[in-house]
């Protein structure tokens, strides 16, 4: 790989946010001497990473866009959802793939100009491969087609892409550790590169947190934008939140309100 390819990926790398890049151990040793230049410059660490998995990706990976085989792909313009999710393949890089029984990728419309993302699959997603699927599911596409209906918006669940930051379920739906989301962040801002859209709702606070950066409880950052590079995120309530039967305050009427700012940023 050459010296300007190398600097460009790294450079994306550290423009979505990412400090760590985890390769297998076997070829931590022979990692460019260029790049172990670089990266403490751009504030990107490395880490041998002894489980397999990067060697898989690497497999299906754009070859063009990755000449070395001990670095993930450089997110190229024109990637396809399909490439990211070949790219992930039996991914085994964290922890979370020994309990999972189905990755969750991505559910949705490729095009869409909204995507929703969530803190991680739970059980119900677990076992279909599909994000929200269950009972925080069922709530949120009421909650999108509802809004959007009384506020004179043409939109179904099936018009907007859904993702999560963690692509397997946490064991007993736990909050995802920071490792995890790091490692699996890498496919979330992928999937947003590709998408490209007009504005993301993050749903409570592991996806304002992954998005943002900022570590204030949701309660403090819903109803505000922010952005993702140069995306608006709103950030709003967890669905699962919001089904608790005891919660301070009307947090499904401040969802609501959330949610009308998003659809009508992204609609009108
Ligand atoms: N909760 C999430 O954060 N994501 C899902 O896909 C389901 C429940």
Redesign the pocket.
Known sequence: MDAELLRRYLEFYQDLGIKTLYRPAAVAQALLPAASALMPTLGIEAVSQPRTGVETSLDTADKSACATPDLPALAPAGETLFQILADIGDCRRCRLHEQRSKI?FGVGNERSPLVFV?????AD?DAQGI??V?R??QLLTQMIEGTAKREGIALLRADIYIC?VVKCRPPGNRTPEPDEMEICGQFLYRQLVTIAPKAICA??GTAARALTGHKEGVTKMRGRWFKWRDIPVMVTY?P?YLLRPYNQGNPKREAWEDLKKVLHFVYD
């Not at 969530?118 to 739970?122: K, Q, R």
């Open positions: 969750v969530g803190e991680g699959p739970g997603e994000p929200f269950g925080a599911g999560n749903l409570g967890h699962s």
